[in-house]
């Protein structure tokens, strides 16, 4: 499966200017600077194709990248103190339509930063998704900012604060070395051949 051969296709500010349905998407959901657009570019191994914030809540729209057997959707993180209430409610409207539309949905990753506890809208979107059979796998990014014995401490904490969501699959990454970044892609492709 050809992960380089990728661009952008559109953005999304509301549901409305959803683009129709059809390859199989891989969507990336999370909390504003939670690494997504970094682990995007790693993916595809491109520095820019996904725009790397420097103010989280910037990124407001779903944006869809187009790859030969698939696309990648990356959508708006949540959580952002500093958004007002209009901005929040349009956020919900727009993620919401896009989730319960009758979409190609293969996999979706929800992304964690292994350095902190899950928070309480990362336990919504996870329990959103766990309670309506949404095929999903969580990502735990940032791991090279922790020290091996940090890591390893997180890492059964992380196990712990998410057991509630028995059989879903964690997978550590670092986009800044690599690691996990092969099982991240294995993942996306057995999911994709699931629903092709």
Excluded: C
């Excluded at 996870?126 to 095929?135: D, E, G, H, K, V």
């Amino acid at each position: 499966m050809n992960f380089n051969k990728i661009e952008f296709e559109t953005s999304a500010g509301n549901s409305s200017q959803l683009p129709e349905k059809g390859k199989p998407e891989i969507v990336f959901s999370g909390h504003s600077n939670v690494g997504k657009s970094s682990l995007i570019n790693k993916l595809v191994q491109r520095k820019n194709l996904a725009r790397v914030s420097s103010q989280p809540g910037k990124t407001a729209t779903i944006n869809f990248f187009n790859a030969e057997e698939f696309k990648l959707v990356d959508l708006p993180g949540y959580g952002y103190a500093k958004v007002s209430k209009a901005e929040k409610a349009r956020w919900a409207e727009l993620v919401e339509g896009y989730l319960s539309a009758d979409r190609n949905i293969a996999l979706i990753i929800q992304i964690i930063d292994i350095r902190h506890k899950p928070t309480k809208d990362d336990y919504d979107m996870l329990r959103f998704l766990y309670s309506s059979n949404a095929p999903f796998v969580i990502v735990l990014t940032k791991k090279d900012k922790l020290k091996k014995t940090a890591y390893e401490k997180r890492l059964d904490e992380v196990m712990d604060e998410l057991s509630e969501f028995e059989g879903i699959e964690l997978i550590p990454f670092s986009a800044v070395d690599g690691f996990g970044l092969e099982d991240v892609r294995s993942v996306i492709e057995e999911y994709i051949e699931e629903v092709i």
